[in-house]
């Protein structure tokens, strides 16, 4: 999951997520990496609910804007996919050659995934971690051809070429590598808040350690603030990232709004510590030392502090940004603001057409 310098020609990275669709698209240098497009097109609501596409067209239309919004040319992407229909686990085999295991990955992957091994397709990465002699440690992922199906469908009628699906928790990883030092010996969380779905991505030594992802997410502050102040979804979403409400003069949040916007950041967090109090109780001789918030959700007001309180662990934003070279395309403003939604983005755009 290292950053691949030189490589084949880029690809550019598309987000599909349940509230936008973003489009990256970076020249990575030996020097830096540089951000030659980005265009951002928001869906409209319940086009994606819980992982499942319910208006193909309108998710169509978003990945069309985005390109076009990026003035992007290039027509092979690299997109994500996560939730309840993709399942990660770090699994233990007798060492093996790669072709050996290509043939029985099926047969072991069986006793991992509950759904029916022919509705999957599966990958796998060998980690280089070994824990017990004669023992090899094995990524495993596997993804529901159903799941996989819709992704191609609409990158395609979006007249693209879907040359890479990735996971999205592995696209933040990317992200942070190649923006961030991490000592070998290190435990780190990725947070990915994003709309519907929450991605955590524990990283041991630079090798993915849990993988979990979570069905909740930044839109329901918005529901919350929707039932609050009975306000439609494009007004609760602006007030949820600091805004004020029309009948609002000055940028005052309503009470009714802080109480609700504490009692979910309250939900959340809770849900997201108790994945990462699950790691602590089963990899008891690793601590996380820090934890990287990224996606639209981490941008709510207090959210970082909250989870900190709760973790006790040091917390910060993730900007996936903070390394690209200088360059005047784009205002600085507009990339500070946006930058932790791009987690997912920017690493997909760091893959290559021959990973």
Do not use: C
């Not at 978003?62 to 690299?78: H, L, M, Q, T």
């Not at 009975?230 to 309503?254: F, N, T």
């Not at 900007?319 to 690493?347: I, T």
């Amino acid at each position: 999951m290292q950053l691949p310098f030189g490589r084949s020609k880029s690809i550019v990275g598309l987000d599909i997520g349940s509230t936008s669709v973003k489009a990256v698209e970076l020249n990575v240098k030996p020097k830096g990496i540089e951000l030659l497009h980005l265009g951002v097109a928001p869906l409209p609501p319940e086009a994606i609910v819980q992982g499942a596409f319910l208006n193909s067209g309108a998710i169509t239309d978003a990945i069309r804007e985005a390109i076009d919004a990026g003035g992007i040319k290039s027509k092979n992407v690299a997109a994500a996919v996560s939730g309840h229909s993709v399942i990660v686990k770090k699994i233990s085999l007798p060492t093996m050659t790669r072709d050996e295991l290509e043939e029985s990955i099926r047969w072991e992957a069986e006793q991992y995934i509950p759904f029916d091994i022919n509705e999957v397709n599966l990958d796998f990465q060998i980690l280089d971690s070994v824990e017990v002699e004669g023992q090899m440690d094995v990524l495993l992922v596997a993804a529901k051809k159903d799941l996989i199906d819709d992704y191609v469908q609409v990158i395609s009628d979006a007249g693209l070429q879907p040359a890479v699906l990735d996971v999205a928790a592995f696209a933040v990883e990317n992200a942070f590598e190649a923006n961030y030092e991490a000592r070998p010996d290190e435990v780190v969380a990725l947070v990915n808040v994003g709309g519907q779905v929450v991605n955590i991505n524990i990283v041991a030594g630079g090798v993915p350690a849990f993988t979990r992802d979570i069905s909740t997410g930044g839109s329901v502050y918005t529901e919350e603030i929707q039932k609050a102040l009975s306000v439609g979804w494009e007004e609760a979403e602006r007030i949820k990232l600091g805004g004020s409400s029309a009948e609002e003069s000055q940028d005052v949040v309503p009470q009714e709004v802080e109480q609700a916007m504490r009692a979910v950041t309250e939900t959340v967090i809770g849900e997201i510590s108790r994945s990462l109090d699950f790691f602590a109780a089963t990899a008891s001789e690793s601590r996380i030392s820090r934890i990287f918030l990224a996606g639209g959700g981490s941008k709510v007001s207090g959210f970082d502090a909250a989870f900190q309180g709760k973790t006790n662990v040091p917390v910060e934003v993730l900007n996936p940004l903070s390394r690209m070279l200088p360059n005047n395309r784009f205002d600085p403003d507009y990339l500070a603001d946006l930058a932790p939604s791009l987690g997912v983005g920017v690493g997909l755009a760091m893959r290559r057409m021959d990973d």
